[in-house]
């Protein structure tokens, strides 16, 4: 295998993914993402050299519209979703310690 | 002819002829539904009292005359990953175990506006990540034609659900051959559109970029139908873009005269089986005899599709599924220490393992550092694809091959090697990344009697062209069958041999 991934690589990706991988999945990832980027290695064999990238296929631009509020006030059904509501708000948990 | 053996076209002829009423088809799909969903597992939610109140209102909105289309009161299943008002939206996920949208996606608003009654929500790989509908949190999936092989994904609840007669057509999403495969597993008609033709509004993203919704359908004439009433332009989805071409019934038309086929040698190379290749290139020759100019050709590139493909997909699916955090909707853990211990129990708990492993990867590849080499590279990658279609349409109007390289895998063979179950996607994805329109419609059986996929292939904008050369196909080709348990009711099966 080409790609080595270290234990701070894939605590690292944990950080960004906001995942938490027990000691056996964090195991498993390093081989997974391993073998995926050795696979994905593979495009390293084609020039790209002055090739643009491509995000979209075909010439959009941004679309804008007024900023104007269209959809109806749906708070209720909205916080019907919500894992935990008090007073018509989101509940969070304590964010400043 | 039962209502469960209809197209959506036949059944509501019969509805307007006061055959049958659309709360009587409506009550006649879930009786089947309750008989064999047992066995298939297509839907995840069945809304049987939704859908017979859809009915009653569309009944009376047909004897009103206000609803005289093709779809008026045809019972259509929706993949979970589409919202849908009220009723419960998993995406397959114990993420969205509870969650139950405040709005309807576009594509099944459009439904619902032609009279298409909403029977439920199928099944699906997880947040539409995987080829076989195992990944579900929500059961596998079996397939119609042979329970102990997978339908395909990530559409396979919807593909078996056509297939099983307990729709009578299906909505489905496409990444990189969602609809396509399961379509060509399930012996059914699959489209996806060209990016942009159909609303995303309400699709819950996977690959925004690469993501498009589309019909599953008995038949071509369907899938034309269909893809008629969903196609829309939408200033929800800023990527909707304004087409005045989309009367697609208007391309069932049986000619092909002239029409110019390539095959990608590429397409019929290792690793595709040998009974595919066979009803597929006799498909094409079927096309050559009604007057089609068939040839080979070097498409080239198509080996780096999957690389690609996975680098984007993965990229922005991590990118995507960010939302899921546990506070607004969605599954929050029972227990943790502050807030980032939160979100990430909660992620870590409510996603399965194929989601987690391509969050992962996404990631990394758009990480600082890795960007430039993983994430660019691949849509540099993507430019040269795309390069080598506007090539290849410049001498063709169509691109025939495979949708997959076998005929449905057995149940629980595919999930151990990922990258090998990737490499079955090899046909469709460069569909995606290029933004083009493909249709999969069955072209023959493999010795054990599974369903063949034969797969076209147009340019942008090009689906006219793509279901002209499918209905010419379909119409010499004769009844297919419209699933394994209709063969022996109505005589309906048949299909080429293979």
């Not at chain 1, 894939?10 to 000691?23: F, M, N, R, T, W």
């Not at chain 2, 990953?81 to 175990?97: H, I, K, P, Q, V």
């Not at chain 2, 054990?448 to 010499?476: H, M, V, W």
């Amino acid at each position: 295998m080409a790609n080595i991934i270290s234990d701070e690589t894939i605590e690292y990706v944990g950080i960004l993914a906001k995942l938490e991988l027990s000691q056996g999945e964090q195991e498993q990832a390093k081989a997974d993402m391993g073998r995926m980027l050795d696979y994905i290695d593979k495009l390293g064999e084609l020039d790209t050299t002055g090739v643009e990238p491509m995000s979209h296929v075909f010439p959009v631009q941004n679309v804008f519209r007024e900023d104007v509020v269209t959809n109806n006030d749906m708070r209720e059904q909205m916080l019907l979703n919500a894992p935990e509501e008090k007073d018509g708000m989101f509940v969070v948990p304590k964010t400043f310690l | 002819m039962e209502v469960t053996d209809m197209t959506a076209v036949e059944l509501s002829a019969a509805i307007r002829d006061g055959q049958v009423t659309a709360v009587e088809a409506a009550e006649e799909m879930l009786a089947r539904i309750e008989e064999r969903d047992g066995i298939y597992n297509c839907y995840v939610t069945v809304d049987r009292e939704g859908a017979l109140a859809q009915a009653r209102a569309v009944q009376e909105k047909i004897d009103a005359g206000e609803l005289t289309g093709p779809l008026a009161g045809v019972p259509v299943a929706i993949k979970d990953n589409l919202c849908t008002e009220g009723l419960l939206t998993t995406c397959a996920s114990r993420m969205l175990e509870n969650f139950v949208p405040t709005y309807t996606a576009e594509a099944v608003m459009n439904l619902r506006r032609a009279g298409a009654v909403i029977l439920g929500k199928t099944n699906m790989d997880e947040f539409a990540m995987g080829s076989t509908t195992e990944t579900s949190a929500y059961g596998v999936t079996r397939n119609p034609w042979n329970p102990a092989h997978v339908p395909g994904g990530s559409s396979g609840g919807s593909a078996a659900a056509v297939a099983a007669g307990e729709c009578c057509f299906a909505l489905g999403s496409d990444t990189g051959g969602s609809i396509r495969q399961p379509a060509a597993y399930c012996g059914m008609v699959g489209m996806k559109p060209t990016y942009g033709t159909v609303s995303r509004y309400g699709l819950i993203a996977y690959g925004s970029s690469l993501d498009q919704i589309g019909p599953l359908t008995k038949d071509v004439t369907d899938c034309a139908a269909v893809l008629e009433a969903i196609s829309s332009y939408d200033k929800k989805d800023s990527t909707s873009v304004k087409r005045q071409d989309t009367d697609f019934t208007s391309a069932l038309v049986e000619d092909v005269q002239g029409l110019r086929i390539g095959i990608p040698n590429d397409y019929l190379g290792e690793g595709l089986d040998a009974e595919v290749r066979a009803a597929v290139l006799q498909a094409a020759e079927e096309l050559a005899r009604s007057g089609a100019v068939v040839e080979r050709f070097d498409l080239s590139l198509v080996e780096y599709a999957i690389p690609a493909y996975y680098t984007i997909a993965a990229a922005e699916a991590s990118s995507n599924l960010e939302r899921f955090d546990g506070i607004k909707y969605g599954y929050r853990t029972k227990e943790y220490t502050g807030l980032h211990n939160m979100y990430k129990k909660s992620r870590s708990e409510g996603f399965g393992e194929e989601v987690k492993r391509r969050i992962m990867l996404g990631s990394f590849v758009l990480s600082s550092g890795y960007y430039d080499a993983y994430y660019l590279k691949a849509l540099r990658v993507k430019a040269l694809i795309k390069k080598a279609f506007d090539e290849a349409f410049a001498k063709y109007d169509v691109i025939l091959g495979p949708v997959a390289p076998t005929t449905a895998p057995r149940l629980g063979e595919s999930l151990a090697d990922p990258i090998k179950m990737y490499l079955g996607d090899i046909y469709t994805i460069a569909v995606n990344l290029a933004g083009l329109p493909g249709i999969s419609l069955p072209c023959g059986k493999d010795r054990n009697g599974l369903p063949i996929g034969l797969q076209l292939i147009g340019d942008c904008f090009q689906e006219k062209k793509l279901i002209r050369a499918a209905y010419t196909y379909e119409k010499s080709r004769g009844p297919f069958g419209i699933g394994p348990g209709t063969e022996k009711q109505d005589g309906r099966t048949g299909g080429i041999p293979s």
